[in-house]
């Protein structure tokens, strides 16, 4: 209905899962890695579970989707069934021709059996994947351990996802099911999103429909989180009829309180309610006025020494009646400060740029903005001071950052800086990561969370989105569990990475210095002087002296076990395989003072 009038392609935000609205959260990212475990290792049980709405369904779509060609699956959606129904059911996705009218289990399993083992001898796997799980009786489960007994002699024939609920958790806690309980060898709780992943959500499902200006204003997102708790599918369905109402009220943007009406309506506490009931409401909301105005003049006159607890400073919690309410977020005293300071920031000398550098160094300037007195919050110091590209800060009358806000040169250049090199300009056609590639540099591209940045430990490109929809590149140079500091164009500033996090869309990339290979991936079998390099590596991260021939080193099945090791310690899939990502864990691993790192020490 309102797909034309906004300009999409089809309904971004409709319930039925569609892989290619995936929106890969750090934990929808881990989840995914664990059912990929699941189809890529050996058998047994792995357990997904999640609250109503969080994505398990669509994981499991996508992970249909992008898998091997070796790889044969059973996707049962309906799990109450009785233990022939489900046996059965398996077959028929595996496409098992066995008797009709068949009414003996053992039988069908032994056509099951036969499958598998044809299967195995040309090296394809089999898995079952059972979503709604927790709906699974005691007995279909027992069926369900029973056929992990099919098996060679060293290797598992099936392995079977649980996919389900909260409660599958608990249901395969009871003592009767302990059996099958040993047998899942890795479990993953998905957990709602948080609030900048809520809001990078949105953009990313608006992107994929085919729009690119901003449709929800930054209160209506703040509001979809509150009332959705970051459950995809809440928000799926508040965003839904969020559109809707904007389309009846021929509106091009959905507002704070446009999502509270929705909200209100879904909920049933708007409209049409008990008299009664909303007089009860209005009762209790003014006596709770009452107090407030008390404790705050009590406040005045009690803590006169403390400004920003004073009632002039308080920020009221009630959803503002209008969106020109929600830009005034600070009062005059806080905006003098951030003004203040800010054009101080801008007054200080700026790093000259790439092709003026003979070797770039690290800057040595930090300006603070996390002190209790400091200034404002990293949204007034940044969202509210920079401006459009092209617009100055002195002919908008807000002196601020915006001069050293950039797009994609200006992050990579200060980036490339940090690597002691300078970063291409010529070729406006090329990506920055093309230009890496010609300095000995790489990149890698990701969406996540700060545990996806310190657990790479390297100075990152950051997407930040401001609430008129500006996108900007800061440079991420440290992390702590409080703080993470930015680069800005040569300055850098501390924040509270909440603050940061709410405008983080979560896409990152970060540079790595591969090692000169033949080959990009490493398997056993492999002969020559790309082994030896990876031998020696192992030796240094061990700490064991080198005692191989370099000209005749082998990646033989000693050389596999401590890969796996190695992949095992650094938290990747064991597979033996040195990939990009096992590349990057060993050329990280070894002590190298050119190397910058993000993680700074009692962080």
Known sequence: MYQEYFGLTEDP????????????????????AHLLY?????????????????????????????????????????????PLELVAAICDELKILYPLGCNSIKEIVDFLNAFLLESHSQGRRTVVIIDEAQNLSYESLEQIRLLTNLETEKHKLLQIILVGQSELKDLLQQARLRQLAQRVTARYHLTPLSRSETRAYVLHRLRVAGLTQPLFSAGALQSLYRYSGGVPRLINILCHRGMLLAYAKDSKQITRSMVAQVYYELSG??????????????????????????????????????????????????????????????????????????????????????PEMAVPTQPEVV?????????ASAEDLLATSVQPAGESAAVAGKPGLSSMMGGENSAFTTLFGYWQRVYPLEGEKRSACDRAEEVGLSCIYGRG??????????????????DD?????VVATALTEDVVTLDLNG????????????LW???YIILWRPPKLSSDRLSIGQVGQDVAWLISMLDRIEGIETRFDPANATFDLETQRRVMRFQRAQGLIADGVVGKQTLIQLNGSVADSTKPVLLRTGG
């Open 505 to 507: 869309s979560g896409s």
């Open 367 to 375: 300006l603070k903005t996390t002190d209790a007195a400091a200034l």
């Open 449 to 466: 969370s700060w545990q996806s940045l310190a657990y790479y430990d390297r100075p990152a490109v950051l997407e930040l989105i401001m």
């Open 469 to 473: 929809g500006q996108r900007y590149n």
């Open 13 to 32: 935000f409709s319930i039925t899962p569609d892989p290619k609205y995936l929106f890969l959260s750090e934990r929808h990212r881990n989840g995914f």
């Open 491 to 502: 300055r850098r500033f501390e924040f509270s990475r909440k603050e940061i996090e709410r």
């Open 269 to 354: 506490l708007g409209g049409g309610g008990n008299r009664q009931l909303t007089w009860a409401w209005i009762t209790v909301a003014l006596l709770g006025c009452t107090l407030a105005g008390l404790l705050l003049w009590n406040v005045d006159r009690l803590l006169p020494g403390f400004p920003y607890l004073s009632s002039s400073a308080v920020r009221s919690e009630n959803p503002p009646q209008t969106e020109k309410t929600e830009e005034q977020s600070t009062t005059a005293a806080a905006k003098g400060q951030r003004l203040a300071v800010a054009a101080e920031s801008a007054a200080a000398p700026l790093r000259p740029s790439a």
């Open 38 to 82: 699941g189809v890529t290792e050996g058998g047994g049980f792995l357990q997904l579970t999640g609250g109503v709405g969080t994505g398990k369904t669509l994981l499991c779509r996508k992970l249909l989707a992008d898998l091997p060609r070796a790889v044969d699956v059973a996707f049962i959606f309906n799990p109450r069934l009785s």
